[in-house]
């Protein structure tokens, strides 16, 4: 996909949440009991589910809760993943030595564990699961972002800026964090429908926001049991689950760093 396709994609993504956020074709959190599981009609695109709610309403105003955390995820993760990186492969021999040992442990701990824990040591909320999601998903980052910079810190380039006395600092802004870019993005790109599925789990689980709030991970831990009476109510979620994750890969190609799009 060229990068404007990627840059319409993430567009409509992020056009479609505002929206769902702004506006719903009725209220998600109105209760019609003489309109139990009805099916879909004009007036409720995917039906009502077991208290009458509009379930279509409900799923464009799932979308923001879930972008947030996605959002938050990858940024933290980024971010965190950098800033170990960077003190594995050119901090002081103890600091780079206990950074390195603390992504090993990490990266030995299950993730949703790990965002179990600090979820409810936090509390539930979108950001809070994209934070909790990032406490483990910054390992691999940082073992990836070491072993590039300390490839890259062996180029001609870097061996004369230290040369010429140039602050370290400086140095890495200016040589080794642009050259760092395409590979963190096609990272991102490839963790992107991942973060979407475990944002989900988390919803699932109950620790994204309040469970009478729409959150597509909540949603069908709330339908799971209409799923052979009503399995429009679970597919709906799903579905748009699996269409984030895959417009979120698909909108951060990871092939297309490598190609130069």
Do not use: C
């Not at 949440?17 to 409720?44: E, N």
């Not at 695109?45 to 309403?57: C, E, I, M, P």
């Not at 949703?112 to 390992?139: R, Y």
Request: hydrophobic share 60%; charged share 15%.
């Amino acid at each position: 996909m060229s990068g404007r396709g990627r840059l319409l994609v993430l567009a409509l993504v992020v056009g479609i949440a505002t929206a769902g956020a702004l506006v719903q074709p009725q209220d998600p959190h109105a209760v019609d009991l003489d309109r139990i599981l009805a099916a879909p009609s004009p007036a409720h695109w995917l039906g009502t589910d077991h208290l009458g709610r509009d379930v279509a309403s409900r799923l464009l105003a799932g979308a923001a809760p879930a972008l947030v955390a996605i959002a938050v995820a990858l940024a933290a993760t980024l971010g965190l993943g950098t800033l170990a990186g960077a003190l594995v492969a050119l901090g002081p021999p103890a600091l780079a030595s206990a950074t390195r040992r603390l992504a090993e442990i990490a990266l030995a701990l299950p993730v949703l564990v790990v965002a179990l824990v600090v979820a409810a040591a936090m509390g539930a909320g979108p950001a809070t699961a994209g934070l909790a999601l990032a406490a483990s998903a910054w390992a691999p980052y940082a073992i990836t972002i070491a072993g590039l910079l300390e490839r890259l810190s062996a180029e001609p380039y870097w061996r004369a800026a230290e040369a010429l006395g140039l602050p370290r600092a400086r140095a890495v802004a200016r040589h080794l964090l642009p050259a760092l870019a395409p590979p963190l993005g096609a990272l991102a790109g490839a963790d992107a429908g991942r973060a979407v599925i475990l944002v989900a789990s988390l919803g699932f689980l109950g620790l994204t926001g309040d469970t009478g709030r729409p959150d597509w991970g909540t949603m069908i831990h709330e339908y799971r049991m209409f799923l052979f009476d009503a399995p429009r109510l679970v597919i709906a979620p799903s579905a748009a689950i699996a269409a984030l994750a895959l417009a979120l890969n698909r909108a951060l190609d990871p092939g297309a760093f490598s190609r130069g799009h």
